[in-house]
Protein backbone atom coordinates (compact mmCIF):
# COMPACT_ATOMS: atom_id res chain seq x y z
CA UNK A 1 0.00 0.00 0.00
CA UNK A 2 1.56 3.53 -1.17
CA UNK A 3 0.99 6.20 1.98
CA UNK A 4 2.18 9.97 1.20
CA UNK A 5 2.92 12.21 3.44
CA UNK A 6 2.57 16.19 1.54
CA UNK A 7 3.05 17.45 -2.07
CA UNK A 8 4.84 20.49 -3.63
CA UNK A 9 4.99 21.98 -7.31
CA UNK A 10 8.33 21.31 -8.40
CA UNK A 11 10.44 22.72 -11.32
CA UNK A 12 14.05 21.13 -11.11
CA UNK A 13 12.83 16.73 -10.49
CA UNK A 14 12.54 16.07 -14.36
CA UNK A 15 13.89 18.61 -17.19
CA UNK A 16 11.21 20.73 -18.78
CA UNK A 17 8.40 19.59 -16.31
CA UNK A 18 6.32 21.56 -14.28
CA UNK A 19 6.08 18.60 -11.66
CA UNK A 20 3.41 17.60 -8.69
CA UNK A 21 5.93 15.81 -6.83
CA UNK A 22 4.39 13.36 -4.11
CA UNK A 23 6.04 12.67 -1.59
CA UNK A 24 5.81 8.37 -0.45
CA UNK A 25 6.15 7.04 3.04
CA UNK A 26 7.65 3.82 4.44
CA UNK A 27 10.40 4.26 2.56
CA UNK A 28 12.78 1.00 3.29
CA UNK A 29 16.02 2.47 1.79
CA UNK A 30 17.11 4.24 5.07
CA UNK A 31 20.13 6.11 2.95
CA UNK A 32 22.73 7.65 4.97
CA UNK A 33 22.35 11.45 5.22
CA UNK A 34 18.84 11.18 3.68
CA UNK A 35 17.46 14.90 3.90
CA UNK A 36 14.01 13.08 4.14
CA UNK A 37 13.86 10.90 6.99
CA UNK A 38 10.29 11.97 8.16
CA UNK A 39 9.24 10.04 5.02
CA UNK A 40 10.88 6.45 6.46
CA UNK A 41 8.10 5.94 8.77
CA UNK A 42 4.49 4.59 8.54
CA UNK A 43 3.04 8.52 7.94
CA UNK A 44 0.28 9.70 5.92
CA UNK A 45 -2.78 8.78 4.09
CA UNK A 46 -3.88 5.75 1.53
CA UNK A 47 -2.74 7.21 -2.01
CA UNK A 48 -5.61 5.90 -3.98
CA UNK A 49 -6.25 6.83 -7.75
CA UNK A 50 -9.01 9.28 -7.32
CA UNK A 51 -7.02 11.04 -4.68
CA UNK A 52 -3.65 11.34 -6.87
CA UNK A 53 -6.09 12.36 -9.49
CA UNK A 54 -7.98 14.88 -7.22
CA UNK A 55 -4.30 16.35 -6.13
CA UNK A 56 -3.39 16.48 -10.47
CA UNK A 57 -6.64 18.23 -11.68
CA UNK A 58 -6.26 20.31 -8.63
CA UNK A 59 -3.53 21.88 -10.76
CA UNK A 60 -4.59 21.37 -13.73
CA UNK A 61 -2.82 23.91 -16.64
CA UNK A 62 -0.32 24.76 -14.40
CA UNK A 63 1.55 21.61 -14.50
CA UNK A 64 2.78 18.79 -16.90
CA UNK A 65 4.33 15.72 -15.17
CA UNK A 66 2.76 13.77 -11.95
CA UNK A 67 5.83 12.37 -9.86
CA UNK A 68 6.00 9.82 -7.12
CA UNK A 69 8.75 10.51 -5.21
CA UNK A 70 9.62 7.00 -3.43
CA UNK A 71 7.42 3.98 -3.07
CA UNK A 72 10.36 1.42 -2.75
CA UNK A 73 7.90 -0.40 -0.39
CA UNK A 74 5.69 -1.17 -3.34
CA UNK A 75 7.01 -0.99 -6.37
CA UNK A 76 4.20 -2.95 -8.15
CA UNK A 77 1.49 -0.31 -6.55
CA UNK A 78 3.54 2.84 -7.86
CA UNK A 79 3.88 1.74 -11.66
CA UNK A 80 0.18 0.74 -11.39
CA UNK A 81 -1.43 3.86 -10.11
CA UNK A 82 1.20 5.65 -12.42
CA UNK A 83 0.07 3.69 -15.55
CA UNK A 84 -3.85 4.34 -14.19
CA UNK A 85 -3.49 8.26 -14.08
CA UNK A 86 -1.84 8.21 -17.38
CA UNK A 87 -4.76 6.17 -18.62
CA UNK A 88 -7.44 8.91 -17.19
CA UNK A 89 -5.38 11.87 -17.79
CA UNK A 90 -3.55 11.26 -21.00
CA UNK A 91 -2.29 14.72 -21.86
CA UNK A 92 0.27 14.52 -18.34
CA UNK A 93 3.38 12.72 -17.92
CA UNK A 94 4.55 10.93 -15.21
CA UNK A 95 7.59 10.26 -13.24
CA UNK A 96 8.87 8.25 -10.85
CA UNK A 97 12.02 8.79 -8.11
CA UNK A 98 13.33 5.25 -6.52
CA UNK A 99 16.20 5.11 -3.73
CA UNK A 100 16.74 1.59 -5.34
CA UNK A 101 19.95 0.72 -7.29
CA UNK A 102 18.28 -0.90 -10.21
CA UNK A 103 14.44 -1.28 -11.63
CA UNK A 104 12.42 -3.77 -9.86
CA UNK A 105 11.68 -6.71 -11.76
CA UNK A 106 7.80 -5.66 -12.06
CA UNK A 107 9.02 -2.60 -13.99
CA UNK A 108 8.57 -4.24 -17.38
CA UNK A 109 5.00 -5.78 -16.86
CA UNK A 110 3.47 -1.98 -16.44
CA UNK A 111 3.15 0.54 -19.09
CA UNK A 112 6.48 2.52 -18.22
CA UNK A 113 6.16 6.15 -16.35
CA UNK A 114 8.00 8.63 -18.97
CA UNK A 115 10.68 8.87 -16.03
CA UNK A 116 12.25 7.17 -13.30
CA UNK A 117 15.09 7.90 -11.60
CA UNK A 118 17.40 5.12 -9.47
CA UNK A 119 19.75 5.34 -7.30
CA UNK A 120 20.39 5.20 -3.09
CA UNK A 121 21.68 8.34 -2.02
CA UNK A 122 25.18 8.30 -1.39
CA UNK A 123 26.60 11.47 -0.01
CA UNK A 124 30.11 10.77 -0.98
CA UNK A 125 28.63 10.22 -4.72
CA UNK A 126 26.48 13.61 -4.64
CA UNK A 127 22.86 14.47 -6.34
CA UNK A 128 21.62 14.03 -9.63
CA UNK A 129 23.40 18.13 -10.32
CA UNK A 130 27.02 16.05 -9.78
CA UNK A 131 28.83 14.51 -12.48
CA UNK A 132 30.45 12.28 -10.10
CA UNK A 133 26.19 10.97 -8.88
CA UNK A 134 25.86 7.52 -8.66
CA UNK A 135 21.60 8.16 -9.38
CA UNK A 136 20.55 8.05 -13.14
CA UNK A 137 17.91 9.71 -14.51
CA UNK A 138 16.10 7.82 -17.58
CA UNK A 139 13.27 9.23 -19.94
CA UNK A 140 11.15 5.69 -20.92
CA UNK A 141 10.79 5.74 -24.90
CA UNK A 142 7.49 4.25 -26.26
CA UNK A 143 9.38 1.44 -28.05
CA UNK A 144 10.38 0.53 -24.47
CA UNK A 145 13.75 1.61 -24.42
CA UNK A 146 15.22 3.99 -21.70
CA UNK A 147 17.32 7.13 -22.33
CA UNK A 148 19.70 8.16 -20.05
CA UNK A 149 19.40 11.69 -19.57
CA UNK A 150 21.78 12.12 -16.02
CA UNK A 151 24.00 14.59 -17.58
CA UNK A 152 20.83 16.82 -18.26
CA UNK A 153 20.77 17.78 -14.91
CA UNK A 154 25.38 18.75 -14.68
CA UNK A 155 25.79 22.10 -14.95
CA UNK A 156 27.94 23.01 -18.37
CA UNK A 157 29.98 25.68 -19.10
CA UNK A 158 30.33 26.95 -15.63
CA UNK A 159 33.51 28.36 -14.65
CA UNK A 160 35.20 29.95 -11.45
CA UNK A 161 35.29 33.44 -11.20
CA UNK A 162 38.48 33.26 -9.02
Not at 43 to 62: I, N, P, T, V
Not at 69 to 81: A, F, H, K, R, T
Not at 115 to 143: A, F, H
Amino acid sequence: MLKYVNHDIVFQEFPDEVTLAVNLSQCPNACPGCHSMYLWGDEGERLSLSRLRAMAEAYAGEITCVALMGGDNDPESVLLILSELRRAMPGIRTGWYSGHASLPRCFDDYPAPDYVKIGPWREECGPLSSPSTNQRMYRCLPDGSRLDITERFWKKGLKSTL
